[in-house]
């Protein structure tokens, strides 16, 4: 546990200074696409702290007042966070067509150069504290970190593309903000399914997610849990994966196997995955 809290500080801390990085160095050297994924970073290092402490408050024990316990806490406060991210992309859309778009001065990738340096270092390290440790928190963690990698890597194209072309930047600007969009209405619809759905225990279904994740030879289906909401379900997968794996091939097999379930029958719309070791 005390190794699972000191990767988290130091998430914390190298997500903090990368979108400090990303909003000033975008409003200095005039990149209004790294301005937006700064706020992109921002939204991932509030999503981590409200979760944190979210999820300590609904361990708490139930009492007179909430007889029941805290446990629905965690899903009202993610729907709050989600509710935010929403403001925030749709005022950053707003924005970007209110901007000049100027030709960005290109001391601005030594700022890109830097962040995808430190948040490459930071996604493998609470990747491989997160294997050792089974920690899930941190295994999520480390997969939010190699996509602002990824995220970064694109605006370093914007920007290079933005010397010739400097509208450009409205396109990249405009194309964070639906990703800041898409994150916040995915937070918001994920936590209504667990709070108005109902638990399903389906054997064919879990039998079909088995024969799904067994198809990889990486992965090892162990469990999965189903959460029904009208004809949809939400289901929340345990696979057994090998402590080497790296965090890129670990996404890309992730994403093919989310790709396939829903075009299953069953209308599973929503997967999230717990990894534990082979």
Known sequence: MKKERKALYFSVLINTIVSAFKIIGGLLFGSYTIV???YYSLCDLITDLIALISAKIAKRRANKKYP????????ISEMLIGC?????GI???FSAFHKTFVV???NVLYIIILVIFLKTLSSNYLYQV???NRSQILITSAKESFIDVISSTVVLFVILIGQFFPLID?????GISILILWEGLKIISDNIFALVGEDKNDAEIKSEIAKVVNANRD????????????????????????DDMRVKDLIKKENKIRTKLKKTKYNIKFIDFNFISK
């Open 91 to 93: 005022f950053l859309i």
């Open 84 to 88: 935010l991210i929403l403001g925030l």
């Open 68 to 75: 029941f316990g805290y446990g629905r806490v965690e899903y």
């Open 36 to 38: 937006a994924d700064g």
């Open 104 to 106: 960005p001065n290109l």
């Open 170 to 174: 409205l396109i990249g600007a405009l």
């Open 130 to 132: 997160g294997k050792k």
């Open 219 to 242: 992965f090892l289906y162990s469990d999965a849990s189903l959460i029904k909401s009208g004809s949809y379900y939400q289901a929340t997968i345990e696979v057994a994966v090998a």
